[in-house]
């Protein structure tokens, strides 16, 4: 059994901005009072302790005077919280043939909660830099999870040992619901130098508190609308009807509507409408281990992970596009227009990826050996990993059109940087954003031969979050 608690805050201070409603005051009406005082606002309405400003007195014109006036430091606080409970059994539970079956099994009980509570001044937008609403929530998770190794056959030509894994974990969060992910694993013996292994599995990665509740603050990217001319002038039919007739909820331009700014008021940010991330994994992999090299493993592994409903940062440019081409209209809902057509707030904050997914393929190729001499122990070890495809799932050729609607960039393994015109695959954004690589399935039981246990890189994070969920592996 195991019991964590961790409290997390950070007060963050900023310097150097300066008060909007100040400003105004020390930039608005002023006067020359009896004693020939510079005040503000009016005679019959002076405004204590207020600082006429003046931008526009050369070098010396901004005294320190005004800047104290003006100026201000803001405060933010960041806190994080975490109960977690975990209560595991291994063990055995009758003997086959073959040997013994073993299981595990266990609970866990999680509960996290955090707010991001930026300075007043912040919040209300009257502030020289970037507005920042406050966010808090939390979420509570029970979890079951149950393996069993299951022993086969033992001794035989060709099948010195061949067992099979089967495990299963439950989770129910309270936000967005349950979900139950299997895996099963093969793992065979031919004789006693190599072992064989193999595992599938279905996975997924539930919305941090970060993802979930991190602030929501303003940004202006430069975007061009779709609905603004010239940009409408060749553009299909189809999109020329959505922008102005108005599409899924959102009013119609007007004709000869154009974009008055390049750059677009964006709010980015949490989402505690996210919903987790899906995966399935497949590997296959061998240990070498020749009787006649002691101490030397030679490991090869291939693994392939599709990821589905991926949880990113979304490209204001393309929720836009995607909206009005058609290819998605569930992101309408995060663009919201003024009357004349302009654009007042698009929606960028964290989201899933509800269209298409991404996948990765490759290998792993390790060498170990260790030998002792009289000077001491010795190791030597060498590992190399050949990524051989990272783009949309399916791994479409580049040029083909995906369900989203936009055309895939194919293979970017290899690609340079500037090539890349996706944030993430199949995105066809100007910003090169693509998530991290994704977590990996462990590649089955502890080899006795000496192989390295191979975990889930992404399983459990140093404050006990699951990042990937699947059912442990049974060592």
Sequence with gaps: MNDIYTDNEQNDLTFGQYDLNRLRQGLGPSFRDSSGVIRCDTPTAPIAGCVPINLFGGPTGFTQAMSDFAGVTLQDTFYTKLYNYT????????????????????????????FDQPDAITASGATTGNARLPTRGGFALNEF????????????AFAETFEIAIAARYSDYSNFGDTTNPKFGFRWKPFADLLVRGNYADGFRAPTISDLFSDQSDAF???????????INTSP?????????????????????????????????????????????????????????EGLDVYLDWYNIE???????????FIL?????????????????????????????????????????????????????????????????HVSYYGDLGQPEAG????????SNGNLVGRP????QTGYPGQNSKHDTMPQRPCRDALGPKVETGARKRGNARRRDTAGHHVCSQAPDLR
Excluded: M
């Design 237 to 293: 039919v189809a999109v020329r009807n959505a922008c102005r007739n108005g599409v899924s909820g959102i009013t119609g331009t007007p004709a000869g509507y154009e974009q008055a700014n390049t750059q677009i008021r964006v709010t980015t940010g949490g989402n505690p409408n996210l919903s987790p991330e899906e995966a399935r994994n497949k590997t296959l992999g061998l240990v070498y281990s020749p009787s006649f090299v």
């Design 400 to 407: 083909d059109i995906l369900a989203a609607g936009s055309a």
């Design 321 to 385: 596009n995607s909206c009005y081409n058609g290819s998605n209209l569930a992101n309408c809902a995060l663009i919201t227009r003024g009357p004349g057509g302009e654009i007042l707030d698009l929606f960028a904050g964290t989201g899933n990826a509800t269209i298409g997914g991404f996948e990765t393929e490759g290998y792993d190729f390790t060498v170990d050996y260790h030998f002792e001499t009289t000077f001491g122990r010795f190791r030597i070890n060498w590992d190399t990993a």
């Design 417 to 420: 940087r500037e090539a890349r």
């Design 221 to 231: 990217p430069e975007i061009q609308d779709p609905c603004s001319v010239p940009f």
């Design 145 to 156: 999870y149950a393996e069993f190794n299951i022993p086969i056959l033992k001794g035989l």
């Design 87 to 114: 209560a595991n059994l291994i063990g055995d539970l009758f003997d086959l043939p073959a040997g013994p079956i073993g299981f595990a099994v266990g609970y866990e009980y999680r509960r996290e909660f955090g």
């Design 307 to 317: 990821i589905s409903n991926a949880i990113q940062g979304l490209d204001p440019q």
